[in-house]
């Protein structure tokens, strides 16, 4: 385990590469900011889970980030964070933030008033994303909700870097579900910004919208100085295994010291 101390960090999590996008935006755009990234592979994926279930895997690494003495916990995951963030936000002494669809600012953004939410099929299937469409939609305009489990799992497994002809295939394939007068999609699982360029390839005349942003700036209220740590730790389990993290972090460029736990 690294000793390094760190000093009121913000901690990010999701269940795999999803989330490090988010934990990178935070530190760049805090410097001195200790963060603590948590890749939770041995949960992926969160969006197979049941709320109950999910609600048991969040305490559990709740519990596990705690234990750094976070300034606040950053749920990088929208499945979680649109089923269960209310149970977590009253049983956690942590802030917690999460990241959620930007339904309304895609909406201001669309043209036709038609936009479709992708995110993985437990959250596209919850009365909780539909209650939470109704309340940001305001009736103004159509929210189609699209399950893209399937290419979730392209970049949790690498081949979105490995074999970029199928990924490109399966993203057209999955704009080809789209109704005709969709010119908004909101990228709304952590792991789908990974393949903007094949969304952007495959669907030149829809906008893509990335709610990574809105997370960055919920942090700033609890930002510490600190010495700019960026700590990782990665959980594994069969198929999700600490060395094929480490292959995919490498043909990403990344060189970050891997932590298991």
Not at 147 to 155: M, N
Not at 169 to 191: E, F, I, M, Q, Y
Request: with cysteine.
């Amino acid at each position: 385990m690294n000793n390094v101390t760190l000093n009121r960090p913000i901690a990010v999590f999701d269940a795999g590469i999803g989330s490090y996008a988010i934990a990178r935006k935070i530190a760049d755009r805090f410097p001195g900011q200790d963060v603590l990234y948590f890749a939770d592979r041995a949960s992926f994926p969160y969006g197979g889970k049941g709320r109950t279930e999910l609600l048991a895997v969040m305490r559990r690494t709740i519990e596990r980030l705690e234990s750094f003495g976070p300034a606040a916990i950053v749920i990088a995951s929208n499945a979680p964070s649109v089923m269960v963030l209310d149970d977590l936000k009253d049983w956690s002494p942590t802030p917690i933030i999460g990241v959620f669809p930007p339904v309304r600012r895609a909406l201001e953004t669309s043209v036709a008033k038609r936009i479709a939410v992708l995110g993985v099929a437990s959250l596209i299937s919850s009365s909780e994303i539909r209650g939470y469409v109704g309340r940001e939609s305001a009736g103004q305009g159509n929210v189609d909700l699209v399950s893209a489990s399937d290419l979730v799992e392209l970049v949790e497994n690498g081949k979105f870097l490995t074999d970029p002809e199928t990924t490109l295939a399966a993203v057209r394939a999955k704009l080809g579900t789209l109704h005709p007068d969709t010119d908004v999609a909101t990228l709304s699982s952590t792991h789908l910004p990974w393949l903007l360029r094949y969304f952007e390839q495959a669907g030149p005349r829809l906008r893509f919208l990335d709610p990574a942003d809105d997370v960055v700036a919920a942090v700033g209220s609890y930002a510490t100085p600190g010495s700019g740590t960026f700590r990782t730790l990665v959980s594994e389990c069969e198929g999700y295994d600490l060395a094929d993290f480490q292959r995919m972090l490498a043909r990403l460029g990344l060189d970050l010291t891997i932590e298991r736990v």
